[in-house]
């Protein structure tokens, strides 16, 4: 097999390797919000190298008229109690929400991705992929430490220009990484662990592109916001390409209690990606002062239908069609789209 080390992941463009995923967009030297994005990441360093203080071209590129973030993916966007609140309150609502799906990213790679791409450094599950693997992650690895400053970065462009507190510390660990730290704590056996930390790690490096693509896609929200979601998954269709390989290249030489133990972990690393983490929203409405806000969120909370964020799935049903194991997996694939 042939990681893709250098090309498509990258901002260049080009078609990734893996599954035929799709051509990615070339870097655009005359889109001022993705200039802006890139500079503001670059220029990071050298005012903390020179202590040196001055206003992000990023603020520059601020649409105050602008969400934040889409009213279509806020689960109570249609609740009467939303509906009723005034133009501020709901204004508050969709900027938080920016903020967690920002921390949500960010929760999810340091806590789940960066601890994988640990095992596989060392190649702990014995692929047989050599070195040509060990650069890749190594390289994946800088990447996520970047994607990290592009969302913190963005949150404090929206804290500053909103005038709005709104930090990080107020919320709870994004529910993605919270389930992954269940997971841990309850695995009992010698190697339990590392087996559900690949199979979170696949899930999140191969839907990871689906959940930015919520906001990516989304034409009327903050071009700051889109731009940084756009730019985050170019890295991101490249290490799904590694993921997807890897995955299928431990899998094979795994025994089958352990495959089992794999399928397991990695269904349930699917529901926990595509779910609604209700317990930042309940957090979300005391910290703006909804009045019914907690009433609201408990009811679309107990709605089947709203309990997940994460629909496409048609990445990771093509890796379980590939290692032919769509009939052994514990997932419902009817819930999903797979297309």
């Known amino acids: 097999m042939s ?24 870097y655009d030297p005359q889109d001022p919000v993705e200039n ?25 590129l601020f649409e105050p008229d602008r969400p934040d973030y889409p009213d279509s993916l ?11 609140l005034d133009d501020e309150t709901r204004a508050k ?40 693997m060990t650069v890749a992650v190594t390289q ?24 709005w507190r709104m ?25 339990h662990r590392e087996i559900d930390t690949l199979a979170y790690t696949t899930v999140a490096e191969i839907s990871i592109n689906a959940y930015l693509d919520l906001i990516a896609d989304n034409e009327v929200i903050q071009p700051i916001n889109r731009t940084t979601a756009a730019l985050h998954n170019r890295d991101e269709h490249c290490h799904a390409s590694i993921a997807d390989e890897i995955a299928k290249a431990a899998y094979a030489r795994l025994a089958p209690p352990r495959r089992d133990l794999f399928l397991a972990a990695l269904a349930d690393g699917m529901e926990a990606f595509a779910a609604n983490d209700f317990r930042t929203w309940h957090r979300i409405v005391d910290l703006v002062g909804v009045e019914g806000g907690r009433n609201m969120v408990l009811d679309v909370e107990h709605d089947a239908s709203r309990r997940r964020l994460l629909q496409d799935f048609g990445a ?10 769509l009939d052994r997996i514990p997932f419902d694939w009817s819930t999903v789209s797979t297309g």
């Open 3 to 26: 990681l893709d080390l250098h090309g498509t992941g990258h901002g260049r463009g080009g078609e990734v390797n893996g599954g035929g995923r799709a051509e990615l967009p070339a």
């Open 140 to 163: 994946a690895m800088v990447d996520e430490q970047y994607h990290t400053l592009m969302h913190l970065n963005a949150s404090a462009v929206t804290r500053r220009r909103r005038g």
């Open 36 to 60: 802006a994005v890139i500079g503001r990441l670059s220029g990071n360093w050298h005012r903390r190298a020179a202590v040196k203080r001055q206003e992000p071209v990023l603020d520059d």
């Open 167 to 191: 930090p990080d510390s107020a919320l709870p660990l994004g529910y993605k990484a919270r389930r992954y730290g269940q997971r841990m704590a309850l695995a009992s056996e010698a190697g």
């Open 93 to 132: 609502l969709r900027a938080w929400a920016w903020i967690a799906f920002n921390k949500n990213v960010m929760d999810i790679e340091q806590h789940v991705v960066n601890p994988g791409f640990g095992l596989l450094m060392t190649d702990v599950f014995d692929t047989g992929l050599g070195e040509t």
């Open 316 to 325: 990771l049903h093509r890796l379980c069609d590939e290692m032919e194991v």
């Open 74 to 84: 806020l689960p109570f966007h249609d609740h009467p109690t939303y509906r009723a």
